[in-house]
C-alpha cells in the first residue's frame, strides 16, 4: 500500500493569533473582516479578553494571624455575594489553626473560597469579580475592626463589541485600553477574505491529527490527490523526474486564446500517461491497492470561466484500478492554480 502527505484540505477559513494593534485607543480593525462572534478571540499578553470586560477577583486577608481564638456569643460570620447568596455560619467556639478554620469554612460560603495566606487566612471569591460582603461578630476574631468588610472588585479591562464595517466586523472597545500590551486576535472570515486559502476554500498545507503525526492519504483519496499534483506542477521543475507535470502555465494568458482550451486537455492528458507509466514502474517494488492506481484517463474537458482568458476550469474523470470512476475539478489560473473543493465561487 502507498500513502502520501494529505496536503489539500477544506478551508475552514479561521484566522488565528494574528497581530493585532489598537487604532486610536479603541478600535481594532483586522487584516481581514471579521465575519462574526463564532470563534473571535482576543487576546492582551496571553490572557483572554472577555467581551464583559476583564476583572480582577475580589480577595480579602484576615489582619490577624493563627491562632484564632473563637468566642462564644461572638462566633457569628455571614457572607453575602452580588450574586444573591448569602449565609449565616455559627462556628464552634474554640482555638482555631489557620488550616482547621480554613477547613471548617469552606464549603459552607457558597462561591468564596477559603485559604491560608501565610499565617493568616485569604477569602477569595471563585468567579473573579462577583464582589461580597462579610460580617458578623466573628470578623473581630480574625482581626477586623469593621462590622462589616465590602469586598469589591475591579474592572482592569473594558468591555468590547462588533463594529460593522463594509464586509464584516471590527472590534471596538467601550473605554480606552490601557496599557496595550502585546495584543493577538483570532477569527472566521468571509471566504473571499481569507488569506489561509486566497478565497478559493482549499488549503494547502501539512496537517496534523490527535497524536501529533502528520495526516496520510490511501485509497481512492490517494488518486485524487496524486492527480492533482500531476498536473498542477509545472513540468520540468522536479530536478529527479523533469517529466512529471504539465506545461498548461505557459499555456494560459496568450494573446489568442484559440486552441487554448485544447492545449490544455493535452497536456493534463499527457500529465497523467505519464503517471501511468510512474505507477507500472512502482508496481514492480511497491505493492498497490486498486483504489490507489490510476487504470485510465476517461474524460477530460476544459472551460473558460466567464469571460477571464486567465481562468480555465478543468474536469478530469479517470478510472481507479478497483473500475470506478474518479471525478478531480482542477481551475488553471494566472498567477497560480489551485484544486477546488467542488464548489467553484
Not at 481594532?28 to 462572534?37: E, F, H, L, M, T
Not at 488550616?99 to 473560597?113: P, T
Not at 473573579?128 to 476574631?141: D, E, K, P, Q
Not at 498497490?288 to 492506481?293: F, S, T
Request: include cysteine.
Amino acid at each position: 500500500m502507498a500513502y502520501d502527505l494529505h496536503i489539500g484540505h477544506a478551508c475552514p477559513h479561521i484566522i488565528r493569533y494574528e497581530r493585532a494593534s489598537l487604532e486610536g485607543e479603541r478600535l481594532i480593525s483586522p487584516r481581514s473582516s471579521i465575519s462574526g462572534g463564532g470563534l473571535l478571540q482576543i487576546r492582551r499578553d496571553g490572557v483572554v479578553l472577555n467581551p464583559e470586560g476583564n476583572k480582577r477577583e475580589s480577595v480579602v486577608t484576615a489582619p490577624l494571624n493563627a491562632p484564632y481564638r473563637i468566642r462564644s456569643g461572638k462566633n457569628e460570620l455571614i457572607i453575602e455575594t452580588t450574586s444573591g447568596f448569602s449565609n449565616a455560619i455559627i462556628i464552634p467556639p474554640k482555638i482555631y489553626q489557620k488550616d482547621s478554620l480554613a477547613q471548617f469554612l469552606s464549603g459552607k460560603l457558597g462561591d468564596i473560597q477559603v485559604q491560608r495566606e501565610g499565617v493568616s487566612l485569604k477569602f477569595t471569591d471563585l468567579f473573579h469579580g462577583v464582589g461580597f460582603t462579610l460580617r458578623g461578630s466573628a470578623l473581630s476574631a480574625l482581626g477586623f475592626n469593621q462590622s462589616k468588610i465590602v469586598v469589591k472588585t475591579k474592572t482592569t479591562t473594558p468591555k468590547w463589541k462588533l463594529q460593522k464595517r463594509l464586509v464584516g466586523y471590527d472590534l471596538v472597545f467601550d473605554n480606552p485600553l490601557r496599557p496595550e500590551g502585546l495584543l493577538d486576535i483570532s477569527y472566521t472570515t468571509p471566504f473571499e477574505q481569507c488569506r489561509r486559502c486566497d478565497g478559493t476554500g482549499v488549503e494547502n498545507d501539512i496537517r496534523f491529527d490527535d497524536y501529533g503525526e502528520t495526516q496520510k492519504l490511501t485509497g481512492t483519496d490517494l488518486l485524487y490527490q496524486t492527480v492533482a499534483k500531476a498536473v498542477l506542477t509545472h513540468k520540468g521543475t522536479n530536478p529527479y523526474h523533469e517529466f512529471y507535470g504539465s506545461n498548461v502555465f505557459s499555456l494560459i494568458g496568450r494573446k489568442s486564446s484559440l486552441g487554448v482550451g485544447e492545449a490544455i486537455r493535452q497536456s493534463v492528458t499527457e500529465a497523467l500517461n505519464k503517471i501511468q507509466d510512474q505507477q507500472r514502474l512502482q508496481a514492480q517494488l511497491q505493492t498497490l491497492y486498486p483504489e490507489e492506481k490510476l487504470l485510465g484517463v476517461l474524460a477530460v474537458t476544459v472551460q473558460q470561466v466567464g469571460d477571464d482568458l486567465t481562468h480555465y476550469l478543468c474536469n478530469i474523470v479517470v478510472r481507479s484500478g478497483a473500475g470506478r470512476p474518479v471525478s478531480v475539478n482542477v481551475i488553471f489560473a494566472v498567477p497560480g492554480s489551485i484544486p477546488l473543493n467542488g464548489d467553484l465561487k
